[in-house]
């Protein structure tokens, strides 16, 4: 969709930039959601095992917070991994509300055959920018991201 706001050259310029930003990311996002679907995970279910696998056991606030997901939304996520028996969840015996999700033997065997595979399709899909464009890519999203922005 083509920018047709007629208001201020400041105005125009953020919101193409932004229609360019979630484009592109939308994109990027539907090729890795084929990929993960084909070994049964979605995007989350992936970055649990992602976590795991390399910050260890983590507390499901902890992994909640890290993949910008509600608490609502990471206990199914969790669920539907322990149905397969990917990870394991245990409650800290000092705080009952406080539980702590490992990977299971299973969980890491999988998620050690896929990282690498996801780590090339990145690599490959961020081909299409120089690596010095990739990292000034990098540097403007974290701006962006940690920008207080307008209320």
């Known amino acids: 969709m083509a920018n047709h706001h007629r208001g201020h050259p400041t105005e125009r310029q953020a919101l193409d930039a932004y229609v360019k930003l979630m ?4 994109t990027l996002t539907a090729r890795l959601h084929r990929q993960l679907s084909q070994d049964g995970l979605s995007e989350s ?8 696998y390399h910050l260890g056991p983590q507390h499901q606030c902890e992994i909640a917070a890290k993949l910008l997901k ?10 539907n991994l322990e149905k397969r028996q990917l990870i394991r969840r245990e409650r800290d015996p000092g705080d009952r509300r406080s539980t702590t999700v490992h990977l299971t033997a ?5 998620i050690a055959e896929l990282f690498p595979r996801h ?4 690599t490959a899909q961020m081909a299409a920018l120089e690596p010095g464009e990739q ?3 990098g540097t403007l999203c974290r701006k962006l991201g940690t920008s207080p922005g307008a209320a």
């Open 106 to 110: 299973e969980g890491e065997r999988l």
């Open 119 to 122: 780590a090339e399709f990145v």
């Open 135 to 137: 990292e000034h890519l």
């Open 23 to 26: 484009r592109a990311a939308d």
């Open 70 to 79: 509600s608490g609502a939304n990471m206990t199914v996520v969790l669920d």
């Open 45 to 52: 279910q992936f970055g649990v095992l992602e976590v795991l």
